[in-house]
């Protein structure tokens, strides 16, 4: 398990197989996941990233999210302990939200 950050280049996409006449093995693609850092009671999954965007679910303690491999640029929030724009696309509850990244530990699995 590898912990993520936030970075100028995708380094998700230079990571993918290469094609070389023959399909592309989708299974070596790392696949990523979120859960709240220790001491965080929930982290709100919100429609975009905004902090008063629709909020629609929490990840609560001991829950994790199936996210993207890479962060995204959105508007600034404060919240566990700081500042940051970047936050992680999660699918929750079969919809697909995002996440403010200073609140959650995020893993490549």
Request: aromatic share 8%; glycine share 10%; net charge positive.
């Amino acid at each position: 398990m590898m912990a993520l950050a936030p970075s100028s280049a995708s380094a998700a996409s230079s990571a993918a197989p290469t094609p070389t006449g023959h399909s592309v093995d989708r299974s070596a693609v790392p696949a990523c996941y979120v859960t709240p850092k220790a001491g965080v009671s929930g982290v709100n999954v919100r429609l975009r990233t905004n902090a008063g965007s629709t909020r629609l679910g929490i990840i609560q303690p001991g829950q994790r999210a199936a996210a993207s491999c890479e962060a995204t640029s959105g508007s600034s929030y404060t919240a566990c302990g700081g500042t940051s724009s970047w936050w992680i696309q999660v699918q929750w509850d079969g919809r697909t939200g995002y996440v403010a990244q200073l609140c959650v530990d995020w893993y490549e699995a």
